[in-house]
């Protein structure tokens, strides 16, 4: 929300950071990071002397969001801090809610998820208390994609669902589109690609008719994936071009080792072992960079398993292993679970390998 002036003249410094920030959340809308952080910055440094304003707490929040876009969570999280301090001051329960609900995916992000459940709490009771029920909703669907990341499914499914109700009910068709794009990523990962699919398009739908090219950047890398489950392999290349482009395009460099993650897989799919430990490769140095610890074991599952495909079992087995062990760290059980079943299985191939044929069972 961009807060109302307490003037009307065009010299005044709070219309012109007002001025400022609608730049700056133009040049987000077309992923120009950059730009919109020296617009958020301008306009701060226009309310030195009026630091108590709500709009200022807002504008703290708004860099915070593109710092950690740009991989910068130390910074990031020291502006959602002092966002709510301002907030608080200023009595803008709103704004202390968006604040501790960005605290909380910094949390969240770090696999730190008691202090991001508490944090998410905390921003829940000062939504409701403001009436602001499209943040409800967002809360909603932030607890949602922890839940998945924890495996539970059902929980997650059911976060997601309060979160869409929530966002029908303010007709706010940018905030539906994000939970649809979480909801095809949930049933991708679940074995429900077709399912999936009707959720892509449907945000994508109202993506590019809002002409919101960094959601359109992030629905083609994630239906990407959803094509390449459903062997859709020349389909998924298309769309997985077209979000690294706007990724990269945006500096935006988590959605770029994302989207370099899938077309390593997509070329691993396609036979092209070179190409995929390259992209592979690549992404886990941004995600290594950008402090990014799932996606850097997500990035490593995928390397085990192109390494078995290379007959190379060890060296499966020791991506698998780095990867459980930071599943583990982040609290993803599911996953973790899932690189141990998968260590177990090559195991238990190699000890029947080595078994006389008439020992085998």
Not at 203 to 232: F, K, P, Q, W
Not at 237 to 252: F, I, K, P, T, Y
Not at 328 to 355: C, G, Y
């Amino acid at each position: 929300m961009i807060w109302a002036a307490t003037t009307s003249s065009p010299a005044d410094p709070v219309e012109q950071a007002l001025a400022l920030a609608r730049g700056g959340r133009a040049a987000e809308l077309r992923r120009d990071l950059s730009g919109a952080l020296a617009r958020y910055e301008e306009a701060r440094s226009l309310l030195v002397e009026r630091e108590s304003l709500p709009l200022y707490a807002n504008l703290l929040r708004w860099s915070g969001s593109v710092l950690r876009d740009l991989g910068d969570l130390d910074h990031a999280d020291r502006l959602y801090e002092d966002s709510f301090d301002v907030a608080e001051r200023a009595g803008a329960t709103s704004a202390k809610a968006a604040a501790l609900n960005c605290r909380a995916v910094i949390a969240q992000r770090r696999g730190r998820h008691e202090e991001a459940v508490l944090l998410y709490t905390r921003a829940a009771r000062h939504a409701a208390e403001a009436g602001e029920i499209r943040l409800v909703g967002m809360i909603q669907q932030n607890l949602g994609v922890l839940a998945n990341i924890r495996g539970e499914t059902r929980e997650a499914l059911r976060r997601y669902r309060s979160a869409l109700e929530a966002f029908r009910e303010v007709s706010d068709e940018e905030a539906a589109s994000w939970v649809l794009n979480n909801l095809g990523m949930l049933l991708t990962d679940v074995g429900r690609p077709s399912w999936a699919r009707r959720c892509f398009l449907a945000a994508l739908e109202i993506a590019v008719a809002r002409r919101d090219e960094a959601l359109v950047g992030v629905l083609h890398t994630n239906y990407g994936e959803c094509l390449i489950s459903m062997r859709l392999l020349d389909e998924a290349a298309v769309s997985l071009d077209r979000g690294l482009a706007v990724a990269r395009a945006g500096e935006d460099r988590a959605r770029e080792a994302e989207a370099l993650k899938f077309l390593g897989v997509l070329c691993r799919e396609r036979g092209l072992s070179d190409e995929a430990g390259a992209h592979l490769g690549a992404a886990l140095r941004i995600a290594e960079e950008i402090d990014h610890g799932l996606l850097a074991a997500e990035i490593l599952a995928e390397r085990g398993e192109l390494s078995l495909r290379g007959g190379d079992a060890a060296g499966a087995v020791t991506a698998w292993g780095a990867a459980k062990d930071r599943f583990t760290a982040l609290q993803a059980a599911r996953d973790a679970e899932r690189m141990a079943h998968r260590i177990r299985s090559l195991h238990a191939m190699d000890v029947r390998d080595r078994q006389p044929e008439e020992e085998r069972p």
